[in-house]
């Protein structure tokens, strides 16, 4: 059974910092074969791609809305993927959501549908 647990959301005040987790298990292969991403969705709005890293962790994409402020990074050896999140903004306030999706190439994807594992999302709350 595949399993995306993310953890580290929270209220924040505007201008601080918060690291979110997602906990990868049960792959059908090696954690080092997939894509990583983030997403959020706000109340009323579609899901948006905040981040995604290759296998390798050595390219990353990121959103313009967060570029500068957020890094993404992952530690293959832990089965585990990361979203520092820096100078936080209130619109930053969403639920976020990993996802993986198996990858032959040394690329990433903004498209959602092309992930295939979601967790269930962490809540960020960001206080003005």
């Known amino acids: 059974q595949v399993q995306l647990v993310e953890s580290g959301g929270g209220l924040v005040q505007a201008g601080g910092s918060l690291r979110l987790s997602c906990a990868v298990s049960g792959l059908p292969f090696s954690f080092s074969m997939y894509v990583m991403g983030w997403f959020r969705q706000a109340p009323g709005k579609e899901r948006e791609f905040v981040a995604a890293i290759d296998r390798s962790g050595g390219r990353t994409d990121m959103s313009d809305s967060v570029k500068g402020r957020f890094t993404i990074s992952r530690d293959n050896a832990e089965n585990t993927g990361y979203l520092q999140m820096n100078s936080l903004k209130p619109e930053d306030t969403a639920m976020y959501f990993c996802?993986?999706?198996?990858?032959?190439?040394?690329?990433?994807?903004?498209?959602?549908?092309?992930?295939?594992?979601w967790g269930q999302g962490t809540q960020v709350t960001v206080s003005s």
């Open positions: 996802a993986a999706y198996m990858s032959f190439a040394d690329s990433v994807t903004k498209d959602h549908n092309q992930y295939n594992y």
